[in-house]
DNA sequence: GTAATTATACTCGGATAATGAGTGTCCGAGTAATCGGGG
DNA sequence: CCCCGATTACTCGGACACTCATTATCCGAGTATAATTAC
């Protein structure tokens, strides 16, 4: 089980868009020379963040992109299910269906016991990437590291 | 990010085994039959499990898998960890380190707060996972659903 | 000088290859039960 | 009848192909800007 690495990059970046005034576009390949990163890729991520509506787009000259809403109603989760989907991580497939004794009219994603252990699980993750907004981050990044929106602007202004 | 269709071979496998004598070892022929599942790649999750001492294995005639130790002392956690491994579905790439004003001698995996809140989502839904013991599932299905026990008792004994 | 028009360069957006983890399968090493023979 | 030894059949264990999601890349559609020309 591993996450898509784009979710990384699309955290980060969108972190970095709050130390932005909101009108201003910043197109991919800024934000992608900021970390080094392949463009097209994290255009593609990009896009991803576009059709969440967590971010809009602008094409042409002075075009990019910018944050479509204000941090405080961008949480963490909303970023990892633009990029990762909707899906929990653990798919039931529903096992119970091929064993001995089993009714073909239930649903085993409800009614199995194992699924609503992990559905729990996966409930208790999510909550837990609810809870933190693009705000709190940027404020908790203020306090800690004074230096880094400063720097952040005048790279991606640049 | 998908977790291991494995994982949940190995919840339902090894909540059968509770339903047997401790000292009765079963086939993974038998296992597998049990939910029509290709029997060579359920032991090879099987191997898994033996290898983080869940179950242990006995070659040979009336040999197979057992519980290595008890019901009470198993939790979802370690059954989801034998089998997708110990690390987070987050790994930090330190983004950070290829960005302006990075001090290459910092671990960003400990000091970005993005990890930081990735970390805490994870932990929580491991603490989500531990607090279930097979014992516990097992005494959830006995109450729900009095007539699995003796299926499955049958069943893997057949 | 101003306004309309054309040309231009820049942006996103989706369609198209390359890679790697996960999935599935196979055969060999080792062991316990079984069968046969001898005492 | 009991004990010992060779045989046999059965089990796990790891090594070997296959599939598909993730990763990575490229080129085309559309747009705002800028230059150009006419008035």
Redesign the pocket.
């Known amino acids: ?6 979710v990384e990059w699309a955290l980060h970046t969108c972190l970095n868009l709050t130390w932005l005034p909101g009108d201003q ?7 992608a020379a900021f970390y080094a990163l ?4 994290l ?2 991520q ?2 991803a963040l ?2 969440a509506g967590i971010v809009s ?9 910018r944050l479509a809403r204000s941090p405080e109603q961008i949480t963490v989760l909303d970023i990892v299910v633009a990029i ?2 909707p899906d929990e991580a653990f798919r039931c497939v529903q096992l119970l269906k091929q064993g001995p004794g089993a009714d073909p009219a239930v649903d085993y994603r409800q009614a199995c016991l194992i699924s609503q252990a992990m559905h729990r699980a996966d409930m208790a993750w999510r909550r837990e990437l609810a809870a933190q907004t693009l705000a709190g981050l940027k404020a908790d990044v203020e306090q800690q590291y004074p230096a880094a929106p400063g720097n952040t602007s005048s790279a991606l202004r640049a």
């Open positions: 089980m591993r996450m898509s690495e784009g576009a910043v197109p991919t390949a800024k934000l392949p463009a097209a890729y255009n593609k990009m896009q576009a059709r787009s602008t094409p042409g000259p002075r075009g990019g992109f990762e989907g």
